[in-house]
């Protein structure tokens, strides 16, 4: 008798993203970051090479994948190849992986048993010209009881615990998570349960404390917030807990009841008692091309709250289950896709929204070379936003009709649109701020060149009028005319560097004269205020 609810193959996947900063000596992070970690020997990263090197049924899989988007997009995620016979590729994605990692042994609770998952790949994504890095990390297990697996699926991906219960247990997170290579050795193992550590830094440092198995999993990659020295350094962009896809497939999932279904789709854990049918839920988050009794893979549902995208399907499908050409290939890959560029873009306008808040922290209006490294900054910040919307915003990446659903729906429950308008017009703001403060200094300096240039103009024509030479020094000696000439250029000097001083009230007087309205001895004290007291 088959159970009703049973995973039989479970995959998730974390797409983690983190901003990568500059040191403390560099106003900006490094153009090219992933090849400041595959320089280093000792680092386990080294980037994916080419398709052109792999076999053919990869190259067939690539193939399916690569035409399932349209072609802006397909030039991104792929790059442009160079003249047949060439390897050079120019591409905007950058894919570094590690190999030393086979398995992770988690215990959900304390005094439970362990489950051993099998890690299917351990990847970093650069992408050209964004401070944007995205830990992607695959595992997958069998033969679990549907809550197990909702629970595993639940705790794991948890940046560092959310608290403790009265036992000191930490809560929503795995009570212990340990790497391990392809012998079993243990590599690195979590520090979940050591609250003292995580509350301390906290207080000293007002920034979380990464746990410490995710630690070691993205050296040389190190938070921004340690003395350690690495080549990168990266601060968190988005909330602790990682976005995620899951994949199950299980026995009669249309046996599932409504509870179940929402605590899948939301990522809820386990259910404690069985749900009610809601109608907003199924049509909000719902994907149900597929959710009938027929077809090559039947039953299979589509679940995307744009935090998560999870897939439920029959185990006893083939279609389902084909890791080459089925629905477990397509999520591996186009579904893979459409989530990551989402949770790109999400991440990547939060790290503009961050840059804002940033410059005008360290604004200091007093310090001219803060006021420089602002509109440095703010203007580096505007370039970005600009090529990131040309290279990397996307509101539709393909036509086929799954395809651009699910983008869809994980655009609108992430609020891209609103997010990218918010951006948008802080940027636009900031650049309009520093465009209106640039043409009121180019302002400012016609008027004082025009102020000069009008009382320059009386002593020019006084002096030049009908040729006049008040003194007939030109046969004097040339010492003599020397002496008169330093020391004309002296007085002359010395006018025109306070009639600049004076430029502002100067200006102020000639609006005075030339307003009719006003009478004349309210130009009179215009007059006297040039000399007067108050601020120029």
Request: glycine residues 6%.
């Amino acid at each position: 008798m088959e159970t009703v609810g049973h995973v039989e193959h479970l995959r998730q996947v974390l797409v983690w993203p983190l901003r990568l900063v500059p040191r403390e000596d560099e106003e900006r992070a490094h153009g090219q970051p992933w090849e400041l970690l595959t320089a280093d020997e000792s680092s386990p990263w080294r980037e994916v090479s080419s398709a052109r090197d792999a076999g053919a049924s990869f190259q067939e899989r690539y193939y399916t994948e690569f035409v399932s988007f349209l072609p802006y997009v397909q030039r991104f995620l792929f790059g442009v190849g160079g003249t047949e016979g060439e390897g050079h590729f120019t591409g905007q994605r950058h894919i570094l992986r590690r190999r030393d990692i086979t398995q992770v042994r988690v215990a959900l609770r304390s005094g439970e048993p362990t489950y051993t998952l099998e890690v299917h790949n351990v990847c970093l994504h650069f992408f050209y010209d964004v401070d944007i890095v995205l830990l992607v990390l695959e595992v997958g297990t069998e033969n679990l009881p549907l809550e197990t697996a909702q629970d595993l699926v639940y705790r794991f991906g948890r940046a560092y615990p959310a608290g403790w219960d009265g036992a000191g247990n930490a809560l929503h997170c795995m009570y212990s998570v340990e790497w391990m290579d392809a012998e079993g050795a243990v590599l690195a193992a979590s520090d979940a349960q050591d609250k003292d550590a995580f509350t301390r830094h906290v207080c000293e440092n007002h920034t979380p404390l990464i746990a410490s198995h995710w630690r070691w999993l993205l050296q040389p990659l190190v938070p921004e917030d340690t003395d350690q020295l690495a080549p990168l350094r990266f601060r968190l962009v988005e909330y602790y807990r990682m976005p995620m896809m899951a994949y199950l497939s299980l026995r009669q999932p249309d046996k599932l009841d409504a509870g179940q279904w929402a605590s899948l789709g939301m990522v809820a854990g386990a259910p404690a008692t069985p749900g009610q049918a809601s109608a907003e839920f199924e049509r909000s988050y719902c994907y149900d091309r597929f959710w009938y009794a027929g077809g090559a893979a039947p039953n299979t549902r589509y679940l995307c709250t744009g935090y998560a995208l999870v897939v439920v399907g029959d185990a006893a499908s083939d279609f389902f289950c084909c890791r080459e050409r089925g629905v477990l290939s397509q999520f591996r890959h186009q579904h893979f896709l459409l989530f990551m560029i989402a949770h790109l873009q999400k991440a990547s306008l939060l790290m503009f929204s961050d840059r804002l808040a940033e410059a005008l922290n360290s604004l200091s209006v007093t310090d001219p070379d803060s006021v420089r490294r602002f509109k440095r900054r703010i203007r580096y910040a505007f370039e970005s936003f600009l090529r990131f919307t040309h290279r990397y915003w996307f509101t539709e990446i393909s036509d086929q009709a799954q395809i651009r659903a699910l983008f869809k729906m994980s655009a609108t429950h992430l609020d891209l649109e609103r997010l990218h308008t918010e951006v948008k017009v802080r940027m636009a703001d900031m650049n309009g701020y520093l465009e209106a403060d640039s043409l009121r200094r180019q302002a400012n300096t016609v008027v004082r060149l025009t102020v000069v240039t009008i009382f320059g103009l009386i002593g020019t024509v006084t002096t030049g009028f009908l040729g006049m030479n008040l003194l007939a020094e030109a046969d004097a000696s040339m010492s003599r005319r020397l002496w008169i000439f330093g020391a004309t250029f002296l007085i002359t000097t010395v006018l025109t560097t306070y009639t600049m001083v004076k430029s502002k009230r100067l200006s102020d007087l000639l609006d005075a004269l030339s307003d009719e309205r006003l009478s004349v001895w309210t130009k009179l004290k215009a007059l006297a205020a040039v000399w007067g007291k108050g601020p120029a």
